[in-house]
């Protein structure tokens, strides 16, 4: 408190003193608000409650009182009290946070637009389509008999009362249960008295059966409700501010001044006015610093820091600069005076915000050598200036940090943390769990291999060791594989090196494909091994279905069994050569005939082949040397072979059970299941897909082998003199006998019953006490007395055939499982009887007693394998509890121990265990009554279940998997090794270390409690950490934490811990460790967020700081803020969040740029200057500018994938058109999927929305096959989630209810006939349509397959007049300008074109960059002057280098953004920068043909000579480049929209821009560099020279014909660019006086409408549509466009459906007031 108070002292009197200077420091504070109204903190918080816990959310709203204090602060500090109550301590710290954050504002805000409820309504329940708002209604609702019902709608994010939502929601999307939705606000007596009917309903039904009723709650305030108290109303009523962004101060370079010298003129009058001096008073403004000094040295760095901004607030910017050996040692000195400082992340943040001001200074602080040596000493590890962050051992990216993204991830940081402790751990042990991911691999199942050995059913087609006549030439040394090669060439080498086996069904068309590939690749000589092992589906399905017959000689008629047995018979008969002569038989005669059919075997190809392939074959038997049992063979007529195969007998007598054999044993193997075409295995490699073809996928697996084989052959592992070099690599490799994807695999769905993960973390299941503490483990040899970090439970009924068949197959996988690397496993029996209320039996009680010995341990497995094996012995069991002794006797066991258990009066102690393992199986681990399962280490693997409807055969090879899969997934080995060092160290478990009651039981307390009590630790640990998933850690990544640690940090490591240092007693939720070099960018944002996360999560925080050793330039050129939850120092409402600069160089031209996260549209809507061009002296007696920025959308963006495409460039189906709506206004926005990546983006704002296919080519050729558009985001891209597609195949649902926006996965499907089609292509009844006509047609035609009529709906309500884009007359310019110089010159641009050209013209202005006021101005100058006008935007896709400054962005939006800005129907469009004067008459150019090039720009002029050393494209690269092809210039340009998206072009120049861009040095001119570089592949069309006439790159004997007068900056002369307009072009003044009248005019006008509400509000209205016309303005317009910004998707549904009337309304007004102004 001391030092605070210290340091607040200097800042105070500088404050009071500061008025006095006559440099008075300026600032500047820049906030960001919402497009919606502000929303309820109680719902707010009721929404972090349900994210953090179902259970906590409804307590929470169940037991809310509104209190009776209506104070702000008192109703915060109510509603964070009742919540804190339902969480623990490091919840409640998020819960601060999210608060002040208004973390969920955007979830409240997409509740409430899902209902439409009459005003003054309390609440309401929508049941089966009916509202209901009264107690009474509901309860006779109620008690009739409820049907399934698909209404009312409910989504995955809906709040399900149930003890598993999850479940519900699945039991209502099947449409097996009546929904019901309570809509209203906690607290009050209404939802009271609903929800507990509800409730009671709920209960129920579980007692009393019938339909199932899913009953959810969305929360929210109903206007007009008189229940409602203040404190649920806190937050609403006021506009409601975000943090979470940057904003950024940075110096422009005025090498080309770009001020409006009007305002500069204006700005010189009011200071000589005010008669303002330069200077100010003596050294550090009177400060004395050096008495401070004495009197607080450990401040020394904090005071010498404050001194600089006193002198820097002082001083004029040439007084800051540097010369270039000042900078050399720049980021050394800055890291030495943080790391001496008394609170070295303070002034971290400090220097890399406020560097500019602080360089200086820093500069003369002489280097610590030991500080430079050991910096020097890190950068070994980690390079110079890189800058890492790791949270709890898991990476951060610094490049991309976005607060609402941490907020997430630090919630699940305290949740993971508090599950944890129920382990009982010890702090330091939790801490180094949470560590443990960083260092787990995630299983990669293309990695593991399979053992197929001895290969008695794969047919080996050839052998290169044997074969030396086929491969005469080849080399016998495997070390050749170790020479370098060209690309797709593989090293000729005679030995089995690659060997692949294609399982494969030969009757289908892919196996048609697979024996032409095999042919082709033997008879190329490929260097590898090729076999066949094929399968009969029939055989598969049956194999896969428990208790089914077993198959017969009925597959012998199928044509894929015949194709098998015949290659059986040939094979076994002849051997390989046969089986290649019956494969090249089968392959068409005819390779081009119907390329496009799926060609599929005949039994007379079968027929044919066969006997083809017999003849030969046996003709070659035919010779002296032939042996009489050849000539037998040769004897043989091919007819007679073919009959005999048909009837199973003589050569195939057992062709069809080794057929079926076959079979099976590829489907035991895991190599194929009913739903594949088939797989191929490589060396053991199991592939699965085939995309690309048998030899494509056959290639891609050889060279992904490639690198393997070499490292072995590299390292001797394999050598020439290795016998078996197949063999020998499966050794090395640890290759498995068994592959079964229900184990290894991720589910696909997250709504997976039959394998799932399962966190043990409820209440009870402690290591120490409880049920847990009380079942008995069966141990490997050996293992009895060690940790054991992989539990299985055996959950099963042993009283059934199933249940006793997997309990075996446990007790073999102890027995003789060889011992495997990684951590030790148990066994584990659960009691899971299909009749819970019968008593258990004998064997049930048995098999419980026995796991439960301590001693004698290595014989329980053996005992109880000999009792389940021998159906006798359970025959002679029985009841009889002699028999059950005798049997124990006999094998060894404690004899004694048994029987008392067995005793009458311990069976009650028994018969209350079996029924605590059944309850626990059936409701924690919720499995189905008598079903069979394996829950290892909390993963629930169903092996037999009815109700499931799951059936497999589960072998110790399985429980092998199991393992393999919890050494990679579950961190057992890590958690074993930990725990291992726990009990070295002297730490069991935190809880009693009393003996376990389990012993007594039995009578033996021999068990070491701790290593149980360890174990069962090590379970639970595994089990939570695997539910939240292994992290996802790149390579590049995977060292990250063992570099940061082996970092030395004596003299350049700061640490940050509040209230001291971390005790081992109290736990740290977050421990952050970092990397910085803190003159970066990423300083600037890393350092405020580890003073955010210091104080108010109590982190642990050290880093370490990497600065550049040696500069040569100034490291950072800005001053910046990132804005972060404000919680208010007393604990009461927290202040609205801002960026707040202080003391900012005032005579410096700056430039606000706004760092928004990727998923933000925002845009400035109050601001009185000049935000590009800001000068703060100019701000007179005004001490701070204020700036306020609005969130204008949230982004939906993703992927679209057509995975089924039989074209590789159709996987990502670009052209197709999406439309984004809601069901009532289904066509909002829209867009196209690009190629690149099939990326699309929308504008969305909270709310249900629906995305759906455009009507037309796009919905005649696609459907919607899934999407992930309800759930949240960070879904795995291979995470199928079944399209919401509200009864249509077109369109699904998508949520947006997160300030994150949206990134989801689309997944479309080619409708059957479609297959080969592309979207971009017409139809058979379109051929003679132009491409035009087909991309015009798209938002009109009907779709025959699935909506006759409905097409006609989405056009416009003025069907008789044509809008702009569709009327051929009209001329389209867009333009672009940032700063109100610029703005002023477009102005002029626009008075310019009106005042040449004839025909009507729209002008797009890309909405980015605009000012509030010409977004104001705009509409008016349109209506003054009769043109129409459209803003666009398009926000940066996330896939695309990013550009940093400003100008380079605006660049590339001229360019890059082309095909996706403008709406579809708009053909044709001309660029014209702001700063050019048109002369000639625009029609001539939009008439231009552009002879099949996608645009035309004009090419530089060369006829001033003065600037020849200045066309760099005439020199070097350029000019290499070009090859001839002449260098445009950017500032005019026409582009044929048609031909642009039709050709791909901006597909392309996408691709080539991020080849470039992340080179710093090319690409200088961006917008120019690009599409000429491109040019080669990307057309051009060069428009004639008097297109563009530039003062300095042409004479001026060519200025007569010029059509447009560009004003170029000149290098030579730097000349202004207004002084150079006036003295170039004549009639710019007059346009400029036009303008500034006309402006000067709307202002004045716009001044005195600001006080009058109404027409302030149209005002908004008219700046939000975004697109307006002149008097024949068009209804139809006022619908957005293709990335078009033509009408925002409001915040409400109300808004919605009232917008398109109030524009119509505004317009007449518009259209009067025109009237008024042409009478006067």
């Known amino acids: 408190?001391?030092?605070?108070?210290?340091?607040?002292?200097?800042?105070?009197?500088?404050?009071?003193?500061?008025?006095?200077?006559?440099?008075?420091?300026?600032?500047?504070?820049?906030?960001?608000?919402?497009?919606?109204?502000?929303?309820?903190?109680?719902?707010?918080?009721?929404?972090?409650?349900?994210?953090?816990?179902?259970?906590?959310?409804?307590?929470?709203?169940?037991?809310?009182?509104?209190?009776?204090?209506?104070?702000?602060?008192?109703?915060?500090?109510?509603?964070?009290?009742?919540?804190?109550?339902?969480?623990?301590?490091?919840?409640?710290?998020?819960?601060?946070?999210?608060?002040?954050?208004?973390?969920?504002?955007?979830?409240?805000?997409?509740?409430?637009?899902?209902?439409?409820?009459?005003?003054?309504?309390?609440?309401?329940?929508?049941?089966?389509?009916?509202?209901?708002?009264?107690?009474?209604?509901?309860?006779?609702?109620?008690?009739?008999?409820?049907?399934?019902?698909?209404?009312?709608?409910?989504?995955?994010?809906?709040?399900?009362?149930?003890?598993?939502?999850?479940?519900?929601?699945?039991?209502?999307?099947?449409?097996?249960?009546?929904?019901?939705?309570?809509?209203?606000?906690?607290?009050?007596?209404?939802?009271?008295?609903?929800?507990?009917?509800?409730?009671?309903?709920?209960?129920?039904?579980?007692?009393?059966?019938?339909?199932?009723?899913?009953?959810?709650?969305?929360?929210?305030?109903?206007?007009?409700?008189?229940?409602?108290?203040?404190?649920?109303?806190?937050?609403?009523?006021?506009?409601?501010?975000?943090?979470?962004?940057?904003?950024?101060?940075?110096?422009?370079?005025?090498?080309?001044?770009?001020?409006?010298?009007?305002?500069?003129?204006?700005?010189?009058?009011?200071?000589?006015?005010?008669?303002?001096?330069?200077?100010?008073?003596?050294?550090?403004?009177?400060?004395?610093?050096?008495?401070?000094?004495?009197?607080?040295?450990?401040?020394?760095?904090?005071?010498?820091?404050?001194?600089?901004?006193?002198?820097?607030?002082?001083?004029?910017?040439?007084?800051?600069?540097?010369?270039?050996?000042?900078?050399?040692?720049?980021?050394?000195?800055?890291?030495?005076?943080?790391?001496?400082?008394?609170?070295?992340?303070?002034?971290?943040?400090?220097?890399?915000?406020?560097?500019?001001?602080?360089?200086?200074?820093?500069?003369?602080?002489?280097?610590?050598?030991?500080?430079?040596?050991?910096?020097?000493?890190?950068?070994?590890?980690?390079?110079?200036?890189?800058?890492?962050?790791?949270?709890?051992?898991?990476?951060?990216?610094?490049?991309?940090?976005?607060?609402?993204?941490?907020?997430?991830?630090?919630s699940a940081e305290v949740r993971l943390t508090d599950m944890l402790k129920t382990t009982e751990l010890h702090v330091q042990d939790i801490q180094a769990l949470l560590q443990l991911r960083a260092t787990t691999k995630s299983l990669d199942s293309s990695s593991i291999r399979i053992d197929l050995a001895p290969y008695s059913h794969v047919h080996w087609l050839n052998n290169l060791e044997k074969d030396k006549k086929r491969y005469r030439g080849f080399s016998r040394t495997v070390t050749d594989l170790l020479i370098p090669s060209f690309p797709g060439n593989l090293p000729s080498i005679a030995r089995n090196i690659f060997n692949a086996v294609f399982v494969v069904d030969l009757g289908s068309a892919h196996g048609i494909g697979v024996a032409e590939a095999v042919v082709r690749a033997i008879g190329s000589r490929w260097p590898v091994r090729l076999g066949l092992l094929p399968i009969v589906p029939e055989v598969l399905l049956k194999s896969t279905q428990k208790g089914a017959t077993e198959a017969s000689t009925q597959q012998a008629t199928s044509v894929s069994g015949q194709a098998a047995q015949a290659m059986q018979v040939l094979d076994s008969t002849f051997g390989a050569a046969a089986c290649l002569t019956f494969l090249s038989e089968l392959l068409p005669q005819d390779p081009h005939a119907n390329a496009d059919e799926p060609a599929t075997l005949t039994s007379a190809q079968i027929e044919r082949a066969f006997m083809d392939a017999w003849e030969t074959a046996a003709g070659q038997l035919t010779n002296p040397k032939a042996s009489p049992d050849d000539l037998e063979l040769a004897a043989i007529e091919p007819e007679d072979a073919w009959q005999q195969l048909q009837d199973s007998t003589g050569v195939a007598a057992g062709a069809v059970q080794q057929t079926l054999e076959a079979t099976k044993f590829a489907h035991s193997k895991g190599l194929v299941t009913p739903d594949q075409e088939g797989s191929l295995w490589l060396n053991g490699l199991v592939f699965g897909g085939v995309l690309g073809g048998p030899q494509q996928a056959l290639m891609r697996g050889i060279f992904a082998e490639m690198q393997t084989l070499q490292e072995h052959v590299y390292y001797q592992a394999i050598q020439d003199d290795t016998p078996d070099i197949l063999a020998e690599l499966l050794r090395l490799e640890g290759a498995l006998q068994r592959y079964n994807p229900r184990i290894l695999e991720?589910?696909?769905?997250?709504?997976?019953?039959?394998?799932?993960?399962?966190?043990?973390?409820?209440?009870?299941?402690?290591?120490?006490?409880?049920?847990?503490?009380?079942?008995?483990?069966?141990?490997?040899?050996?293992?009895?007395?060690?940790?054991?970090?992989?539990?299985?439970?055996?959950?099963?009924?042993?009283?059934?055939?199933?249940?006793?068949?997997?309990?075996?197959?446990?007790?073999?996988?102890?027995?003789?499982?060889?011992?495997?690397?990684?951590?030790?496993?148990?066994?584990?029996?659960?009691?899971?009887?299909?009749?819970?209320?019968?008593?258990?039996?004998?064997?049930?009680?048995?098999?419980?007693?026995?796991?439960q010995l301590t001693s004698r341990r290595p014989k329980i497995a053996g005992f109880l394998t000999a009792l389940l094996s021998d159906p006798a012995q359970l025959t002679q069991l029985g009841s009889s509890y002699n028999s059950a002794l005798e049997l124990v006797q006999r094998s060894g066991l404690n004899l004694q121990a048994v029987g008392r258990a067995l005793e009458d009066a311990q069976l009650s102690e028994l018969d209350d265990q079996l029924k605590a393992q059944a309850e626990l199986t059936q409701k924690l681990l919720k499995l189905p009554a008598g079903s069979s399962a394996v829950v290892t280490n909390g993963r629930v693997v169903v092996v037999e279940s009815a109700e499931l409807g799951v059936s497999e055969e589960f072998g110790a090879e399985d429980f092998g998997l199991l393992e393999l899969y919890a050494n990679s997934q579950q961190m057992a080995p890590g958690i074993q090794a930990l725990l291992e060092m726990a009990l070295t160290e002297g730490r069991a478990v935190a809880g009693s270390l009393a003996d376990s009651q389990n012993g007594e039981a039995v009578g033996e307390c021999e068990e070491d409690t701790s290593v149980g009590k360890l174990s069962n630790a090590a379970m639970l640990a595994s089990s939570i950490l695997a539910t939240h998933g292994v992290a996802e850690v790149s390579e590049r990544n995977q060292g990250l934490g063992q570099a940061v640690n082996a970092l030395q940090g004596h003299y350049c490591a700061i640490t940050g811990h509040s209230g001291g240092a971390p005790r081992d007693d109290v736990p740290s939720y977050l421990h952050v460790d970092v990397v910085l070099n803190p003159l970066s960018k990423a300083a600037q944002?890393?350092?405020?967020?580890?003073?955010?996360?210091?104080?108010?999560?109590?982190?642990?925080?050290?880093?370490?700081?990497?600065?550049?050793?040696?500069?040569?330039?100034?490291?950072?050129?800005?001053?910046?803020?990132?804005?972060?939850?404000?919680?208010?120092?007393?604990?009461?409402?927290?202040?609205?969040?801002?960026?707040?600069?202080?003391?900012?160089?005032?005579?410096?031209?700056?430039?606000?740029?706004?760092?928004?996260?990727?998923?933000?549209?925002?845009?400035?809507?109050?601001?009185?200057?000049?935000?590009?061009?800001?000068?703060?002296?100019?701000?007179?007696?005004?001490?701070?500018?204020?700036?306020?920025?609005?969130?204008?959308?949230?982004?939906?963006?993703?992927?679209?994938?057509?995975?089924?495409?039989?074209?590789?460039?159709?996987?990502?189906?670009?052209?197709?058109?999406?439309?984004?709506?809601?069901?009532?206004?289904?066509?909002?926005?829209?867009?196209?999927?690009?190629?690149?990546?099939?990326?699309?983006?929308?504008?969305?704002?909270?709310?249900?929305?629906?995305?759906?296919?455009?009507?037309?080519?796009?919905?005649?050729?696609?459907?919607?096959?899934?999407?992930?558009?309800?759930?949240?985001?960070?879904?795995?891209?291979?995470?199928?989630?079944?399209?919401?597609?509200?009864?249509?195949?077109?369109?699904?649902?998508?949520?947006?209810?997160?300030?994150?926006?949206?990134?989801?996965?689309?997944?479309?499907?080619?409708?059957?006939?479609?297959?080969?089609?592309?979207?971009?292509?017409?139809?058979?009844?379109?051929?003679?349509?132009?491409?035009?006509?087909?991309?015009?047609?798209?938002?009109?035609?009907?779709?025959?397959?699935?909506?006759?009529?409905?097409?006609?709906?989405?056009?416009?309500?003025?069907?008789?007049?044509?809008?702009?884009?569709?009327?051929?007359?009209?001329?389209?310019?867009?333009?672009?300008?940032?700063?109100?110089?610029?703005?002023?010159?477009?102005?002029?641009?626009?008075?310019?074109?009106?005042?040449?050209?004839?025909?009507?013209?729209?002008?797009?202005?890309?909405?980015?960059?605009?000012?509030p006021q010409m977004k104001r101005f705009v509409p008016e100058m349109a209506a003054h002057y009769n043109f129409h006008y459209q803003f666009v935007t398009y926000k940066w896709p996330s896939f695309l280098h990013k550009q940093t400054e400003k100008q380079r962005l605006i660049w590339a939006y001229k360019i890059l953004f082309l095909d996706v800005l403008f709406p579809l129907n708009l053909r044709k469009v001309i660029f014209c920068d702001s700063d050019q004067v048109v002369r000639g008459n625009m029609a001539d150019l939009w008439n231009m043909d552009l002879k099949g090039a996608p645009f035309g720009f004009t090419p530089f002029c060369d006829n001033n000579k003065d600037m020849e050393g200045f066309r760099f494209w005439k020199q070097g690269f350029w000019k290499e480049h070009l090859r001839g092809k002449p260098y445009h210039i950017s500032a005019l340009f026409v582009v044929d929209l048609v031909r642009f998206r039709q050709t791909a072009a901006g597909d392309q120049l996408r691709v080539v821009y991020e080849q470039l861009s992340k080179d710093p040095n090319s690409l200088s001119n961006l917008d120019q560099d690009l599409p000429n570089y491109a040019q080669h592949s990307v057309p051009i069309h060069s428009l004639p020279m008097e297109w563009l006439w530039c003062e300095t790159w042409c004479g001026n004997s060519t200025k007569e014909y010029a059509k447009t007068i560009d004003l170029c900056n000149n290098p030579l002369t730097k000349e202004p660019k207004l002084q150079g307009a006036r003295r170039i072009v004549s009639e710019w003044p007059a346009l400029d006086e036009e303008a500034r009248i006309f402006t000067s005019k709307v202002e004045t006008q716009m001044n005195l409408e600001s006080n009058e509400p109404q027409n302030q509000q149209q005002a908004e209205i008219q700046q939000d549509s975004g697109s307006t016309t002149p008097s024949d303005a068009n209804p139809g317009e006022l619908k957005s466009h293709g990335g078009g910004d033509g009408g925002d998707i409001p915040s409400t549904l109300q808004y919605l459906a009232q917008q398109a009337e109030i524009n119509h309304v505004f317009q007449e007004q518009v259209k009067s007031q025109r009237q008024e102004k042409s009478e006067l």
């Open 746 to 851: 991720k589910p696909s769905s997250p709504d997976r019953q039959d394998v799932r993960q399962h966190a043990l973390d409820e209440e009870g299941n402690k290591p120490t006490g409880g049920w847990l503490s009380q079942l008995g483990y069966l141990y490997p040899p050996g293992a009895e007395d060690t940790i054991t970090a992989i539990t299985h439970w055996v959950c099963v009924d042993p009283n059934t055939k199933a249940g006793q068949g997997l309990l075996l197959a446990a007790l073999h996988h102890l027995q003789e499982a060889p011992a495997a690397e990684g951590a030790a496993a148990r066994v584990g029996l659960l009691y899971n009887p299909a009749d819970t209320a019968a008593e258990p039996s004998l064997l049930a009680r048995l098999l419980l007693a026995t796991s």
């Open 1 to 410: 408190m001391q030092r605070n108070t210290i340091w607040t002292v200097p800042i105070l009197l500088f404050a009071l003193l500061c008025p006095v200077f006559a440099d008075e420091p300026k600032g500047v504070t820049v906030s960001l608000r919402v497009k919606w109204p502000g929303t309820s903190v109680l719902l707010e918080t009721a929404e972090f409650l349900a994210s953090e816990n179902s259970n906590a959310f409804w307590s929470f709203i169940e037991t809310w009182q509104e209190p009776n204090d209506e104070a702000d602060d008192s109703c915060w500090g109510a509603v964070y009290a009742s919540a804190s109550q339902h969480l623990s301590n490091g919840s409640c710290m998020s819960l601060q946070q999210a608060l002040a954050a208004r973390q969920y504002t955007a979830k409240v805000e997409m509740l409430r637009n899902l209902a439409e409820i009459p005003e003054g309504s309390c609440c309401q329940v929508e049941l089966a389509g009916q509202i209901l708002t009264e107690a009474g209604q509901l309860e006779a609702a109620l008690q009739k008999e409820l049907q399934p019902s698909s209404e009312p709608q409910l989504y995955s994010f809906d709040h399900i009362y149930s003890s598993d939502p999850q479940t519900s929601f699945r039991i209502w999307h099947a449409n097996n249960a009546s929904a019901a939705v309570l809509y209203g606000t906690p607290g009050t007596t209404c939802f009271q008295e609903l929800h507990k009917l509800l409730k009671d309903a709920v209960a129920k039904q579980y007692t009393e059966g019938g339909v199932p009723l899913t009953y959810a709650v969305r929360p929210m305030l109903l206007e007009g409700c008189p229940q409602l108290g203040p404190c649920s109303l806190l937050g609403t009523g006021e506009v409601l501010h975000l943090a979470g962004y940057g904003v950024e101060m940075a110096i422009k370079n005025m090498e080309y001044s770009a001020l409006d010298d009007s305002q500069v003129a204006a700005a010189k009058q009011a200071q000589q006015e005010a008669g303002g001096l330069e200077g100010g008073p003596g050294e550090v403004k009177g400060f004395l610093l050096g008495r401070l000094l004495e009197r607080k040295p450990e401040l020394e760095q904090e005071l010498l820091t404050f001194r600089d901004h006193l002198l820097a607030a002082s001083s004029s910017s040439s007084d800051q600069t540097l010369k270039v050996w000042d900078l050399k040692d720049l980021g050394l000195q800055a890291s030495q005076r943080i790391a001496q400082a008394g609170d070295p992340l303070r002034l971290l943040t400090d220097i890399s915000q406020n560097f500019p001001t602080l360089a200086a200074s820093l500069s003369r602080l002489p280097a610590n050598a030991s500080l430079a040596a050991e910096v020097r000493s890190n950068q070994r590890s980690l390079p110079a200036g890189a800058n890492v962050m790791l949270m709890n051992g898991l990476p951060v990216d610094v490049t991309s940090l976005e607060l609402y993204e941490l907020m997430d991830r630090i």
């Open 1085 to 1411: 944002r890393v350092a405020p967020i580890l003073e955010w996360l210091r104080s108010s999560f109590r982190a642990s925080i050290k880093v370490y700081l990497n600065p550049e050793r040696e500069l040569s330039d100034m490291p950072l050129k800005t001053f910046y803020r990132f804005v972060l939850p404000e919680p208010s120092p007393a604990g009461g409402m927290p202040q609205p969040p801002a960026a707040v600069f202080k003391s900012l160089p005032p005579r410096q031209i700056l430039t606000l740029n706004f760092d928004a996260p990727e998923m933000w549209l925002v845009e400035p809507v109050i601001a009185e200057h000049d935000l590009d061009n800001l000068k703060l002296e100019q701000l007179g007696d005004s001490p701070t500018l204020s700036a306020e920025y609005e969130l204008e959308a949230l982004m939906l963006t993703g992927r679209c994938m057509d995975l089924h495409a039989r074209r590789r460039e159709l996987v990502t189906p670009r052209g197709v058109q999406l439309h984004l709506g809601s069901p009532k206004q289904p066509h909002l926005q829209d867009t196209l999927v690009m190629s690149n990546l099939g990326y699309f983006q929308l504008k969305s704002a909270p709310g249900a929305w629906t995305l759906q296919l455009a009507p037309g080519r796009s919905r005649e050729l696609y459907h919607i096959e899934s999407s992930t558009g309800t759930v949240g985001n960070s879904v795995q891209a291979d995470a199928l989630v079944e399209a919401a597609t509200l009864n249509k195949d077109y369109q699904t649902a998508v949520a947006i209810g997160s300030l994150q926006g949206k990134d989801m996965l689309l997944r479309i499907t080619k409708r059957p006939g479609f297959e080969l089609d592309d979207v971009l292509e017409s139809g058979n009844d379109e051929k003679s349509e132009s491409l035009w006509g087909r991309l015009t047609s798209w938002a009109s035609k009907p779709n025959p397959l699935t909506e006759p009529a409905l097409g006609a709906g989405l056009q416009p309500s003025c069907e008789q007049q044509l809008s702009p884009e569709d009327d051929p007359n009209t001329i389209h310019i867009f333009s672009v300008a940032s700063g109100h110089m610029y703005e002023r010159l477009q102005k002029i641009m626009i008075l310019s074109v009106i005042r040449t050209t004839k025909n009507p013209v729209k002008f797009w202005f890309i909405k980015n960059y605009m000012s």
